[in-house]
């Protein structure tokens, strides 16, 4: 096996796996595909028969650790240093970046790309559902973090397109839709702020039969319409 050396290693999940060493695509077999995906999600060390039994749970229960031991000892054979293992344990190397751990936004950075992008969209993993919604709902609140934050500096145009791309992502939360109000009648598009709310306002009645919350209601309160 070839000595390692301080190679910038990078995995990102999100809209796909795609693994790489200093910036070079590296080919990845399907099983160490996985056992990498979930060592980043779990992102911690695990014990090796929880891994075994989650990516191989129709298989017995030797045959299974027999993949993982065979899957592991092709993954250290490999550019960059990528998994630590024992023979109890394994995790995932802490110097592999992993997008859905570092490459979420920070207070005032902008959304990375493929931020929005669902987790590993081409797999069934059971173990996956999870994830899937726990990182969905990251995105969502760095989305309105981020859009606050714009709001108060009044970056109100910028501040409406992360509350709209938050909206896409759930037409029916409704946090968003209230940012997105604000955002208008900090602008003084008082107009605007009222077609916004009549839109969400018919989304929840036509798909849920429901009615604002009154956070949402109170938002209208003020208005100086016409009589």
Not at 104 to 121: F, I, K, T, V, Y
Not at 158 to 187: F, Y
Not at 189 to 216: C, K, Q, T
């Amino acid at each position: 096996m070839a000595e390692k050396t301080d190679e910038r290693v990078e995995l990102r999940l999100l809209g796909g796996f795609d693994l790489r060493v200093d910036g070079a695509g590296v080919e990845v077999q399907p099983a160490a595909q996985r056992l990498l995906a979930l060592l980043a999600l779990t992102g911690t060390v695990v014990e090796r028969p929880f891994a075994a039994f989650q990516l191989w749970p129709d298989t017995a229960e030797d045959r299974a650790k027999a993949n993982l031991r065979s899957t592991v000892w092709r993954l250290r054979r490999m550019p960059g240093d990528l998994v630590r293992a024992t023979k109890t344990h394994i995790g995932l190397d802490r110097g592999v970046w992993v997008d859905v751990r570092h490459g979420l936004a920070r207070d005032g950075d902008p959304a990375p790309p493929g931020m929005h992008s669902e987790l590993l969209p081409d797999w069934y993993d059971d173990w996956l559902v999870t994830e899937r919604e726990r990182i969905r709902q990251l995105h969502l609140h760095a989305l309105e973090r981020q859009a606050e934050r714009l709001l108060a500096q009044g970056r109100h145009d910028d501040a409406i397109q992360l509350g709209l791309c938050a909206s896409a992502m759930e037409p029916l939360r409704e946090s968003p839709h209230r940012l997105v109000i604000r955002c208008h009648m900090a602008e003084g598009n008082l107009i605007e702020a009222v077609r916004h709310y009549d839109r969400y306002a018919g989304l929840l009645r036509r798909e849920l039969g429901a009615a604002p919350s009154p956070l949402m209601r109170a938002l209208a309160d003020g208005w100086p319409m016409a009589s």
